[in-house]
């Protein structure tokens, strides 16, 4: 399982809240269900009492697991003004007379140690935030992370957006694209699982093996969905594979699922071969028309809309492969996934 980050995990320096708490315990039920799932897990919630961001009361937060891969600290932002929170990193920017823009590519630069751009909107939002749209130029076409500058100018703050009085889990499907996922099942079921994967993961490809069957089993139980999520910068023809599954679901829809199966069940023979010759290969053997398929997987405008479809799963946190969302809850997977798919197992009603 690997993962891409904005940035490591820095210090909150300087964070304040000048107004009294009163939302405490509506502020950790929110947290609870905004972080990921994890096998005995504890949240704490403590504030932080420095200058910070203007608007916002800050909070440190800590996820404990008995899975170490599921434990996570970060920071809640909450506006007591508008209710937005944000659930992330707050980066103090140079303290001078440079634009916004210039300062925030500096920091995030120097984070990221790659060369970045910065463009912050003219909107602002209700919380006094702007959002801020930071560029990496990539081998595949411009990538976009996306974060606010508060209204001191002097806080870049990289996080997931929400309000106190929106379920985490309405707020995450939404701002995920879920229109764009490919969808199976039966639309009136009670459980919905989302599927963010990566065809190049070897823990994916693990965990298809295992889900997979339980999702064809009951099917009639389950509203499923499923979108890519290529870890670009890791996996070398991730993006290919992603795009491939992108071109059959516009032009065979209802042999998009066999190629789920057939790229994770060949991952290595794949790594070997050139991705266009198992793309054009696969559509042979299934009856696919391959030039139908051959211009969407080419399309610069397809490939655009797939890094765009990444940047909204960094946006909200979604930065590991593979990742479920069952019912609205994040769920954190883990080298072997064991909690992960008893949930499944639990919300299919299946042993």
């Known amino acids: 399982m690997r993962k891409l980050l904005l940035a490591t995990c820095v210090a909150l320096s300087g964070i304040t809240a000048s107004a ?29 009492d420095k200058q910070g961001p203007t608007g916002f009361q800050v909070f440190g937060v800590t996820l404990t697991s008995s899975d170490k891969t ?42 990221l140690q790659h060369p970045l751009t910065a463009t912050v909107s003219k909107t602002v939002l209700a919380d006094g935030l702007r959002p801020v749209t930071i560029t990496k130029e990539t081998k595949f076409g411009p990538f976009a992370y996306h974060g606010f500058l508060d209204a001191s100018e002097r806080y870049l703050i990289v996080g997931t957006r929400g309000n106190l009085q929106v379920s985490p889990s309405r707020t995450l499907l939404e701002s995920i694209g879920i229109k764009n996922a490919v969808r199976r099942g039966n639309p009136k079921a009670k459980t919905q699982i989302i599927e963010l994967s990566d065809f190049e993961c070897p823990t994916c490809g693990r965990a298809h093996k295992v889900i997979e069957p339980l999702v064809e089993k009951n099917l009639a139980k389950v509203d499923y969905y499923r979108l ?13 594979a992603a795009l491939g599954a992108r071109a059959i679901s516009k032009v065979a829809p209802a042999k998009y699922w066999a190629y789920e199966n057939f790229i994770f069940a060949n991952q290595e023979a794949i790594a ?44 909200n946190g979604v930065v590991s492969t593979p990742t479920y ?26 042993k």
């Open 20 to 48: 009294q708490m009163s939302d405490v315990n509506a502020i950790k039920t929110y947290t609870v269900s905004a972080l990921p799932k994890c096998p005995d897990a504890k949240v704490t919630l403590e504030r932080v």
């Open 70 to 111: 599921c434990g996570k600290q970060t920071y809640l932002l909450y506006s007591p003004a508008s209710h937005t929170i944000l659930m992330g990193n707050a980066f103090a920017l140079p303290l001078d007379a440079r634009p916004a823009e210039v300062r925030i590519a500096e920091r995030t630069t120097e984070l």
């Open 228 to 240: 890519d999520l290529p870890l670009f910068e890791h996996h070398e023809w991730a993006v290919d």
């Open 272 to 315: 070997n071969q050139k991705f266009d010759d198992v793309l054009k290969n696969f559509c042979e053997d299934h009856d696919i028309n391959w030039p139908a398929v051959q211009k969407i997987y080419r399309s610069p405008a397809e490939r655009a809309a797939l890094l765009e479809q990444v940047s909204r799963l960094f946006d």
């Open 325 to 350: 969302i069952v019912n609205g809850q994040i769920m954190g997977y883990g080298p072997e996934g064991t909690f992960t798919i008893k949930a499944i197992k639990d919300a299919l009603g299946v």
